[in-house]
């Protein structure tokens, strides 16, 4: 799985298309579900779309925690895969943890928020 996520197979369509197909082949990774996007980010360290693919997990999943360990683990699995396998180097493998550590700061007040409310209904 690790080799088809860092090598996709290359389109036929990429004859001659110009800078709108190449831009529009550059952002195709965004037409996927919210867990391929959030590996995809990981993997080639895009933080630009992070804040909103996360809340979109967030939404979805509704405890920040299952975002982080699921989906956000799911692409830190793949790194380390790509990395022992030495198809990722160390610059590239710190560049994933940087969007790693956005993502979690983006949860953080979530999860805090959440903390707040289980020990107010604790007593």
Do not use: C
Not at 98 to 120: G, N, S
């Amino acid at each position: 799985f690790a080799e088809q996520v860092k090598n996709p197979p290359k389109s036929a369509a990429g004859a001659g298309g110009g800078a709108a197909t190449a831009q529009a082949a550059k952002d195709a990774w965004r037409n996927g579900n919210y867990t391929e996007r959030l590996q995809h980010a990981l993997i080639h360290g895009i933080d630009k779309f992070i804040d909103e693919d996360v809340e979109e997990a967030r939404a979805d999943l509704k405890v920040p925690l299952v975002v982080i360990e699921g989906p956000l683990m799911q692409g830190m699995g793949i790194i380390g895969d790509l990395f022992g396998a030495g198809k990722m180097f160390l610059p590239q493998v710190i560049k994933s943890a940087r969007v790693m550590k956005k993502a979690v700061a983006y949860l953080t007040p979530f999860m805090e928020e959440e903390k707040r409310a289980a020990a107010l209904a604790a007593g």
